[in-house]
């Protein structure tokens, strides 16, 4: 089965305003690593927009409505202090929600084995009630509740390598039992959440917090005696990545040192545990990383462990 | 208002820089930072950590000088030059 590649022309349309770090180039910098031979045997495919019943799995439908009439026709809106919308932005998060979704109905089905979804904006930082840190609707939190109602899957995980913590995730799974959020990230940084004492109303949150200056070797502590071991006990039937790159040494909205060969690592043994309790399902979606060159390596490499090359 | 490259800082006294430290920790716990921002700020506390830190021993030095210069006669005042 082949690792399917999902994104959308209209993500590059979304815009943050000039200047700003979560910008289209980001997503043409992926895409033009992902041309290289030895991922040609990705199947690319362009995801449907998500329907508003979809994204109120996981955000009421007063604020989907609240977003849908916010996007502008001409110019910026700013949703938040880093959040903005231009007139692409509304289809741009559709189909993300779309992509990600797209990527379970697919890896859940075995029509593929698994599957990156590379699209703008991301969306770990987006609350159930409340857009946030570049990110209106929670791709990943969707995906996990898409894969329960549709698939009728009891347990989901996400695991969040992006090098901010994803409050979004963990405030929508705080009170399921049957949803496990584990991310490691930096701290203190940006959003202030995510300390190892927020646990969630069932044990279901794992956070596994970073000092400023950590790199591979304290990242892969932190996931094996920490993140990997919890993973496992739940049992997840999917695994969802929140793929953020941003913890890599050269991010310029962090402090981490992390090389593409940690994203990769992290990668494979995330795979593992899938493997373990999941027959392998994995779908990936992308968070943030702000340097061109940092992201699109690290993604490549991710990219390769996913094709398990 | 901050200088962009934290130069000022190397002016504070350890009340100022404490104080704007504090402030920074506050509001990076509180995520009243945004995202773009988060990292500079972070950044600054740094650079007023190592500040107030710096400032922290060269009021220890002092303190050690007199302790270990009261061998029977009282000691000078001279502070000492910690750099």
């Known amino acids: ?309 | 208002m901050a200088e962009p490259n934290n130069a000022d800082i190397k002016k504070l006294t350890f009340e100022r820089a404490i104080e704007e430290l504090e402030t920074i920790v506050k509001r990076l716990e509180e995520g009243k930072v945004p995202l773009e921002e988060s990292v500079a700020i972070y950044e600054r506390g740094e650079q007023l950590k190592r500040r107030c830190e710096e400032l922290l021993r060269q009021a220890e030095a002092r303190v050690e000088k007199i302790t270990l210069d009261s061998s029977g006669k009282p000691a000078g005042t001279e502070p000492l030059d910690v750099n």
């Open chain 1, 1 to 309: 089965m082949p690792t399917l590649l999902i994104s959308h022309p209209a993500s590059l349309a979304h815009n943050n305003g000039p200047g700003h770090p979560e910008r289209p180039d980001r997503l043409r910098a992926i895409e033009s690593v992902l041309e290289a031979e030895k991922f040609q045997t990705l199947v690319r495919v362009q995801p449907p927009a998500a329907d508003i019943e979809a994204i109120t799995l996981c955000h009421p439908r007063d604020y989907v409505e609240e977003v849908k009439e916010a996007a502008p026709k001409e110019g910026m809106v700013q949703l938040d202090a880093d959040t903005s919308m231009s007139p692409g932005s509304w289809e741009a998060a559709l189909r993300a929600v779309g992509g990600a979704m797209m990527a379970v109905d697919e890896v859940v089905t075995k029509k593929a084995s698994n599957a990156f979804v590379a699209h703008r904006p991301p969306g770990h930082h987006a609350e159930s009630v409340r857009p946030m840190g570049f990110c209106i609707f929670n791709q990943a939190a969707i995906a996990a509740r898409h894969a329960q109602r549709k698939h009728g899957l009891h347990r989901v995980a996400v695991v969040d390598f992006d090098v901010h913590h994803g409050n979004g995730t963990q405030e929508i799974f705080w009170s399921d039992p049957t949803l496990m959020y584990c991310s490691t990230h930096q701290m203190p940084l940006y959003p202030g959440t995510g300390a190892l004492s927020e646990r969630g109303d069932h044990d279901n949150i794992v956070n596994a917090p970073l000092r400023p200056g950590d790199g591979g070797a304290q990242f892969k502590e932190a996931l094996e005696s920490r993140i990997l071991p919890r993973l496992q006990a739940f049992g997840p039937e999917l695994i969802i990545m929140s793929a953020g790159f941003d913890a890599h040494q050269r991010d310029p909205l962090a402090n981490l040192q992390f090389v593409e060969d940690d994203f990769a690592w992290a990668t494979r043994k995330i795979m593992e545990v899938a493997d373990k309790t999941a027959e392998g399902r994995v779908v990936s979606v992308l968070e943030g990383g702000y340097d061109l060159q940092g992201l699109s390596l690290s993604a490549a490499a991710h990219v390769i462990a996913l094709m398990r090359g």
